[in-house]
């Protein structure tokens, strides 16, 4: 092999490592130029994903919240039933406790249209419907037996409180005549009577 022929043989050797330096500082180049528009689409991309997942969530909770109150609003509706009704007021009771050995009930009431003296009060399950409204009897206290006699005009809505502190929860009631109800409150000492006049709660 001639001297020329060498020389020639390394030249083709040498030429692949100028263009693959060539190559890789244009790589470099291109890399440096692009890097800031590829992280900045990154940056982005991370965003719109953030964006998109507190969405989701946001929405999965307001729908579980809603989900949520529905039920609630459900389960409080099955617990109310019907106390008693006219053909314009509805007033609904719901158990709000019992005395010991079963020896009563009591309950929470509410009414439509509302009455709000119902809201803050809780109430015997006894009633009694006559002269255009309802006579109840409102306790007091849930441990000691202290309760009012309460009567609500139907035609307005107004609440007369008739008797109070009354050391019974056991009455009984006789229709005098048709403007006169007898009441009859039983304590362990001695029978205490009330006689209600229509004339005289309607017109209060």
């Known amino acids: 092999m001639t001297p020329e022929l060498k020389i020639s043989f390394l030249d083709k050797v040498k030429r692949p490592k100028t263009s693959n330096k060539f190559i890789d500082g244009l790589l470099t180049v291109i890399t440096i130029l692009f890097y ?23 929405t999965i909770r307001k729908d ?22 006219t053909n314009h007021v509805l007033i609904e009771q719901k158990l709000a406790g019992s005395l010991p050995w079963n020896s009563g009930d009591y309950l929470y009431l509410r009414s439509n249209p509302t009455i709000s003296y119902l809201t803050d009060n809780i109430f015997g399950d006894w009633l009694l419907v006559d002269f255009r409204g309802i006579f109840l009897q409102k306790w ?46 039983t304590t362990s000492d001695n029978d205490l009577t009330y006689i209600v006049k229509q004339t005289e709660i309607n017109n209060s």
């Open 36 to 58: 800031p528009i590829i992280l900045l689409f990154g940056l982005l991309f991370m965003l719109f994903a953030g964006i998109l997942s507190l969405w989701q969530r946001l």
């Open 64 to 85: 579980n919240l809603q989900k949520t109150k529905l039920d609630t609003e459900k389960s409080e509706n099955k617990q109310w039933q019907v106390f008693t009704s």
């Open 140 to 185: 007091n206290d849930t441990r000691n037996i202290n309760c009012d006699l309460v009567f609500i005009d139907f035609d307005t809505l107004n609440v007369s409180v008739l008797q109070k502190n009354l050391p019974t929860k056991h009455w009984t009631t006789e229709k005098i005549n048709a403007d006169e109800i007898k009441f009859t409150f």
